[in-house]
């Protein structure tokens, strides 16, 4: 049934090797999870995501905590904070109850949201003597 002879025999597989980790459908982990792959949640999460690659939540996945990723794409529900540096997708028949923080959000007309949403901004340009300078670099008479 079992093939004796895996892949990784001999081979360690580093910390941080960019693989992606696994909730599956019908488990409940308690705690935190902290991350440097792309973390995938099917099951259920009592505690916070800390990712520094991509958050997916599936269909039939479920976190009660905070999440904190480079990116996220939530298809199932999501109770608490989500911080994510790219963009979050909010798809299908997600739930998302809490604040959310994103460079980018894209939201299905499906899609569930009850909370706060902070985008990041640009940088304010304002003109000075004609050329185009940040905002916080324009001197302002006292």
């Known amino acids: 049934m079992f093939n004796p002879k895996s892949k990784s025999d001999g081979q360690p597989i580093a910390p941080g090797s960019g693989g992606a980790s696994l909730i599956a459908s019908g488990t409940t982990l308690k ?3 902290t991350s440097n792959g792309d ?3 099917d099951g259920t999460l009592l ?3 800390y990712c520094t690659a991509k958050v997916v939540i599936g269909a039939n996945g479920v976190v009660e905590g905070d999440i904190k990723g480079q990116q996220a794409d939530i298809m199932g ?3 608490g904070t989500v911080h994510v540096k790219d963009i979050l997708q909010l798809k299908g028949s997600s739930q998302v109850s809490g604040n959310i923080h994103a ?3 894209q939201i299905e007309p499906t899609a569930s949201f009850n909370g706060q ?8 340009v304002s003109s000075s003597n004609g050329k185009l300078v940040p905002e916080n670099k324009v001197e302002k008479a006292a």
């Open 47 to 49: 505690g916070n995501i």
């Open 31 to 33: 705690g935190d999870i």
């Open 77 to 79: 529900q999501v109770k």
């Open 39 to 41: 973390i995938r949640i």
């Open 117 to 124: 949403c902070h985008m990041a901004e640009a940088i304010p």
């Open 103 to 105: 460079a980018k959000l």
